[in-house]
Nanobody, 119 residues
Framework: QVQLVESGGGLVQPGGSLRLSCAAS????????MGWYRQAPGKERELVAA???????NYQYSVKGRFTISRDNAKNTVYLQMNSLKPEDTAVYSC?????????????WGQGTQVTVSS
């Protein structure tokens, strides 16, 4: 059984910062890519940022220079530091991990955390 538990969402004013965390636990043998998606009301889900096990990153164009993804492999945790937040960043943010166990290798998801940027 593998679980991804997110934390760090909330309400922040425009221009503010938030840090999301996502910790994977369970019978984990390996974790390849980890990352974050978001979905705003009435919009399609979109990839925000991703990071490989070696630390290579990629970002959606609208968050480049404002968001930073990182991971701690010893803790099986991925982070998303979000700075200079804008109202259009408001969404439910969900983390994922491409995780291998004894039985299967597949993508697992967190439960989602709400980020609201508003004055």
């Amino acid at each position: 059984q593998v679980q991804l538990v997110e934390s760090g969402g909330g309400l922040v004013q425009p221009g503010g910062s938030l840090r999301l965390s996502c910790a994977a636990s369970g019978s984990i043998l390996s974790i390849n890519a980890m990352g974050w998606y978001r979905q705003a009301p009435g919009k399609e889900r979109e990839l925000v940022a991703a990071i490989t096990s070696r630390g290579n990153t990629n970002y959606q164009y609208s968050v480049k220079g404002r968001f930073t993804i990182s991971r701690d492999n010893a803790k099986n945790t991925v982070y998303l530091q979000m700075n200079s937040l804008k109202p259009e960043d408001t969404a439910v943010y969900s983390c994922y991990g491409d995780i291998g166990t004894h039985e299967i290798s597949r993508r697992y998801w967190g439960q989602g955390t709400q980020v609201t940027v508003s004055s």
